[in-house]
C-alpha cells in the first residue's frame, strides 16, 4: 500500500530501485505518476530473482503486476510471442501500450489545467488554457509522448521555444516555454516514443519555469489528462487462447497481493 510514494514505500517493501522503474513503465501509458497516485492506492508485482549458489545476482523480468490507483485496477502480465519479444497485456490480452504516453515528464506535478476560462497573469486577462501546465525543474528532459514527425522547433510567439510534433494523420502534440530544444531536431527529424525533445524552461510569456503541453485531434484541442487514446495491437490471435490461460494463474496470484 503507497502511503507516500511508489519509491519510498516500494523500496520499504524490499524492491530494488530498478524493479521499480520496470514496473513505473510498465503502467506509464495508464497512469500518470506525476499526479495519479494517492495515499491508500495499491501495487503488487511477481518477478524473477536471478540466484547463483546461494546468492542473488541480479533481477529477472517482471511477470505480472497490477495498480490500484483511484478505485480503479490497472493489471498487466508479460508475454513472449514466437518471435521472443516480450510485451505487456491485460489479461483480456489488449495491449497496456498505447501510441501515447500520459505525460511528457517523468516526475513533476501539474500546475494549472485544461480549462475554457483561466486568469493568465502575465496579461492580467481570462482567456481559455489549452493544455496541461506541469511544474519541473528549470533544465528538465521533456518526452515525445508518442512516435511523430517535428513540424514545427524553433520560437513561436508566447510559446516562446516550442517543439510540435505530427503524430500520423489526426494527432499533433505541443510542448512549450523550453528552456532549449534538444541537439539535432529540426523540421521534418522523426523522433521516438520517450525521447528526449527539449528541456524545461520559461521562455515566452511564463512566469517560471514549466512546460505547457497540448494535445490535439485532427486539429481542434483536447484536454491531455482524460482524452481517450489509441491502444497498440493486442495479443496475436495464434497466441491468445495459451496467453489468457496463462493470465488467469498471474491475476490470480496479484489478488492474493492486492485484493482490490
Not at 49 to 55: I, K, N, V, Y
Not at 218 to 245: I, Q, Y
Request: hydrophobic share 35%; proline share 5%.
Amino acid at each position: 500500500t503507497i502511503n507516500s510514494s511508489l519509491y519510498s514505500d516500494g523500496t520499504a517493501a524490499g524492491l530494488d530501485e530498478a524493479v521499480l522503474y520496470r514496473l513505473a513503465r510498465i503502467f506509464r501509458w495508464q497512469i500518470d505518476f506525476t499526479r495519479d497516485i494517492r495515499p491508500n492506492d495499491q501495487f503488487a508485482v511477481i518477478y524473477d530473482e536471478q540466484h547463483l549458489d546461494g546468492r542473488k545476482v541480479s533481477n529477472g523480468p517482471i511477470r505480472a503486476a497490477a495498480f490500484s490507483v483511484n478505485g480503479k485496477t490497472f493489471r498487466a502480465v508479460r508475454h513472449v510471442d514466437s518471435n521472443g519479444t516480450s510485451h505487456y497485456y491485460t489479461p483480456q490480452g489488449e495491449s497496456v501500450k498505447s501510441m501515447f504516453l500520459r505525460s511528457p515528464i517523468r516526475f513533476s506535478r501539474d500546475t494549472s489545467h485544461y480549462t475554457k476560462n483561466r486568469y493568465t497573469p502575465v496579461i492580467k486577462k481570462w482567456r481559455a488554457h489549452k493544455g496541461v501546465d506541469y511544474g519541473a525543474p528549470q533544465g528538465e528532459g521533456v518526452m515525445a509522448t508518442a512516435n511523430g514527425t517535428v513540424i514545427l522547433a524553433g520560437r513561436k510567439g508566447a510559446y516562446g521555444r516550442v517543439v510540435m510534433l505530427q503524430h500520423g494523420k489526426r494527432y499533433q502534440t505541443l510542448y512549450a516555454h523550453l528552456s532549449r530544444i534538444a541537439k539535432g531536431l529540426r523540421n521534418g527529424t522523426s523522433v521516438k516514443q520517450g525521447q528526449t525533445i527539449g528541456y524545461v524552461g520559461r521562455s515566452g510569456l511564463a512566469t517560471g519555469p514549466h512546460l505547457h503541453y497540448e494535445f490535439r485531434v485532427n486539429g481542434a484541442h483536447r484536454n491531455p489528462l482524460t482524452v481517450k487514446l489509441p491502444r497498440s495491437r493486442p495479443v496475436p490471435d495464434g497466441e491468445k487462447n495459451a496467453f489468457v490461460k496463462t493470465a488467469k494463474l498471474w491475476t490470480t496470484r496479484l489478488e492474493r497481493l492486492a485484493p482490490r
